[in-house]
Nanobody
Framework: QVQFVESGGGLAQPGGSLTLSCTISRLRLDYYAINWFRQAPGKKREGVSCISSGAVNTLYEDSVKGRFTTSRDNTKNTVYLQMNNLKPADTAVYYC??????????????????WGKGTLVTVSS
């Protein structure tokens, strides 16, 4: 069974930074694109970023472009989401998810196979 360990969430002030980590075990991670999604209270889950299997390509939702950076270390089976210049609108539970493909789709939930349990990010002064 695929297992996830997500960490790095917490409370940040507006303009602050957090780095999320997602370590996935029992899966050959270097075969698959990995996505980050988020879900704010009362809202639908939305795609935030994607990184292809070999980290050649990345994709970001418009509101996080220039502020968030996703990366991966396949030797550690870990994917990261560096979040800078955080805004209150970034408050949400953040989830990592594995795609069935090696390349990024259009930040859609479709095609995601395995999901982490999420980590809460709260941006507030």
């Amino acid at each position: 069974q695929v297992q996830f360990v997500e960490s790095g969430g917490g409370l940040a002030q507006p303009g602050g930074s957090l780095t999320l980590s997602c370590t996935i075990s029992r899966l050959r991670l270097d075969y698959y694109a990995i996505n980050w999604f988020r879900q704010a209270p009362g809202k639908k889950r939305e795609g935030v970023s994607c990184i292809s299997s070999g980290a050649v390509n990345t994709l970001y939702e418009d509101s996080v472009k220039g502020r968030f950076t996703t990366s991966r270390d396949n030797t550690k089976n870990t994917v990261y989401l560096q979040m800078n210049n955080l805004k209150p609108a970034d408050t949400a539970v953040y989830y990592c998810a594995t795609d069935t493909l090696s390349y990024c789709r259009n930040l859609t939930l479709y095609g995601m196979e395995f999901w982490g349990k999420g980590t809460l990010v709260t941006v507030s002064s």
